[in-house]
C-alpha cells in the first residue's frame, strides 16, 4: 500500500474537531512506547503518523528505576518517525505524569511532517531527557524486553516492518543487556505479541548488537 492509500491508524473522534475549535485538545509527538496506542490510557481524539527532524532518539539511563527507557536530545542532522497524538487538554497532566522524569518541549512546525494532517493549527509536544549526556550502551543499563515488546510492536503496526528496521537501526544506546520478562512483564502497559511478532524482535535486536542473558 502506498503512503498516500495507508489507512489510518485509528477512526478520529467525533467531536475532534468541535473540541479542538473549542481549544480543548492538545497534540504530542510520540516516538515509543506512545506510538502503540494499546499503551495509551487516555481518551485520546486522533492520532497519525508522524516524523519529526532535528531530534535523535537514544536509550536514556534511568537510574531511579534502574532501567533504561527511550527518550530523545536535540540533534541537528537526526530525524525520526513516530506518531501525533491529539488528546483531550483535561488529559495532558496525565501524560505529563506518565512522562515524569522527561522535560515536555514544543516541537517547531517547520520541523514536523504529519500524515493526512488535520485541518487546524496546534502546537505540538515532544518530551525529552532532562539528562541527555550518556546512552544505555555507557552506563550498562539494561533495557526491559516487555517495554520493547509494546514500542517495537507499535513501530511495526504504524510504520511497517521498513519502519521498525529504521527504528532498531536508527536508535542510539541499543548495544546493552536487555531483561527477559516476556513471561512476567514489569512494564506496566505491557501488550501480548502476536504471532510471529517475538521471533523478529528478537532477530533485529541480536542483529542490532542487544545483548540476551544466556542459560
Do not use: C, K
Not at 550498562?140 to 529504521?166: P, W
Amino acid at each position: 500500500m502506498s503512503e498516500a492509500g495507508r489507512a489510518p491508524i485509528h477512526p478520529d473522534d467525533p467531536d475532534f474537531r468541535r473540541l479542538a475549535e473549542e481549544g480543548r485538545v492538545v497534540a504530542y509527538f510520540g516516538y515509543g512506547s506512545l506510538v502503540n496506542r494499546d499503551t495509551l490510557r487516555t481518551r485520546f481524539l486522533a492520532i497519525r503518523r508522524a516524523s519529526v527532524a532535528g531530534w535523535q532518539r537514544f536509550w536514556l539511563p534511568r537510574l531511579e528505576v534502574g532501567i533504561a527507557l527511550l527518550s530523545v536530545r536535540a540533534e541537528p542532522d537526526a530525524a525520526i518517525d513516530g506518531v501525533v497524538v491529539y488528546d483531550l487538554a483535561d488529559n495532558l497532566a496525565a501524560v505529563d505524569e506518565r512522562e515524569a522524569g522527561y522535560r515536555r518541549r514544543t516541537v517547531l512546525p517547520q520541523t514536523l511532517s504529519v500524515e493526512a494532517p488535520p485541518p487546524f493549527d496546534l502546537p505540538v509536544y515532544i518530551y525529552e531527557a532532562i539528562r541527555p549526556d550518556e546512552t544505555a550502551a555507557e552506563r550498562h543499563s539494561s533495557i526491559l524486553q516487555s517495554y520493547l515488546d509494546a514500542v517495537m510492536q507499535g513501530f511495526l503496526a504504524v510504520h511497517g516492518e521498513a519502519g521498525l528496521r529504521r527504528f532498531v537501526a536508527d536508535t542510539q544506546g541499543f548495544e546493552t543487556t536487555l531483561i527477559p520478562d516476556r513471561s512476567a512483564p514489569r512494564y506496566p502497559r505491557a501488550v501480548v505479541p502476536q504471532t510471529g511478532e517475538t521471533e523478529l524482535f528478537d532477530r533485529l535486536l541480536r542483529e542490532r548488537g542487544v545483548r540476551f542473558p544466556t542459560g
